[in-house]
């Protein structure tokens, strides 16, 4: 047997993609399972977008590039951010990197360390709280629930602000809730960034995902101090169906930068040329394709979050982004089902895959226990069956 470093021993693998396999296992043994654990849109690569990388590839555009991206896509990304974003910056102060993942792996690696706290709000994406760990620093969680539409606020934030603190990490729109943070809130989380010199790194991978009037806020585009202080990451994987191309971005303070440059230089080197280019043709080309899928999500999270709340022990609010809900399920712990109890999140995601041939991903995955995740990134259809199916299993607790 080999022995592992601590820091591998210690690492969780993640619980989203674990609910995913176990569901494309089944599906393998022949189960029809209807699954709701997906991160990632059901909709293709846009064609402009695949045609790009094919061209890339026939012009031989296939050697290293370099290791912060190519500057036509560091350019692009600086133009989007300034037109959608309100955001100011060189092209030399953003990177690009392999997804938005990889982002942010770069960027508390370069910010935080052992004895450094990093706050993150609860209910969180897991690999925020893993990253940290392994970079030897703390997460501190604070928790937000229905009562501020899952909003994390500047109260709430200041209850963990301790001599240690050196970073946030806001996610907004947020992956499990969907809650979108409104300008006024993160004006006062700004405020109270500047005030005590916290590091904000601003997770804004779902920002094209936002529905009805729900806007989207880029929290450095508030004020210069703010700027100062924040890392902006995004990526193209979920905006325009593009999760396995791998490239994410961050733009912020051009020191900050530099650091994730170099490591990334002693790791991945560049993100895949081929997909640079596709990349470029994402922001630069059509946009029409990123609207459809806006739309079509839309439509589902309105049938998806009506129908969950005509479910007895559900309750559902109505997420303003990402294509995630997050319902309360807690009022059916204590019921049982052929002498079997559901006593938590992870019980009742198991009830469903066994019971419905349903898969959801169990709320402790991202914090809390009270609830569960729904993905409503798969057709129509099957959320129609899949719901049916959540609802009959359900009816069958005592
Ligand atoms: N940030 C959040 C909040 C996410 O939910 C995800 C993916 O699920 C990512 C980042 C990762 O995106 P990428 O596929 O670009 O690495």
Known sequence: MMRLSQRASAIKPSSTLEITTLAKKMRAEGIDVIGFGAGEPDFDTPSNVKEA????????????????????????IA?????????????????????????????????????????????????????????????????????????????????AITKKTKGLILNTPCNPTGAVIDREHLKAIAALAVEKNIYVI????????????????????????????????GALSKSYSMTGWRIGYAAGPAEVIKAMVN???QSTSNPTSIA?????????????????????????????????????????????????????????????????????????????LAEARVAVVPG??????????????LSMEHIREGLHRIKEAIGKLL
């Open 53 to 76: 990388a094919i061209r890339a590839i026939q012009e031989g555009f296939t050697k290293y590039t370099p290791v912060p991206g190519i500057d036509e896509l560091r350019a692009a």
């Open 79 to 159: 133009k989007k951010l300034e037109k959608d974003n309100n955001l100011i910056y060189r092209p030399s102060e953003v990177i690009v990197s392999c997804g938005a993942k990889h982002v942010l792996f770069n960027a508390i690696m370069a910010l935080f360390e052992e004895g450094d706290e990093v706050i993150v709000a609860s209910p969180y994406w897991e690999t925020f709280l893993e990253q940290i760990q392994l970079m030897g620093a703390t997460p501190v969680i604070v928790y937000t629930d229905e009562s501020t539409d899952f909003q994390v606020t500047r109260e709430l934030l200041e209850t």
């Open 202 to 233: 601003s997770d804004e991978t779902y920002e094209k995902l936002v529905y009805e009037d729900a806007e989207h806020v880029s929290i450095a585009s508030l004020n210069p101090e703010i700027k100062e202080l924040t890392l902006t990451v």
């Open 263 to 265: 490591l990334q230089s």
């Open 276 to 352: 640079q280019k596709a990349a470029l043709e994402a922001l630069t080309g059509p946009q029409e394709a990123l609207s459809e899928m806006r739309l079509e999500f839309l439509r589902r999270r309105n049938y998806i979050v009506q129908e969950l709340n005509t479910i007895p022990g559900i309750s559902c609010l109505k997420p303003k982004g990402a294509f995630y809900v997050f319902p309360k399920v807690s009022s059916l712990y204590g019921r049982t089902y052929q002498g079997r109890t559901i006593s938590n999140s992870k019980d009742l995601a198991s009830y469903l």
């Open 364 to 377: 402790s995955a991202f914090g809390s226990d009270q609830h569960v995740r729904l993905s409503y990134a």
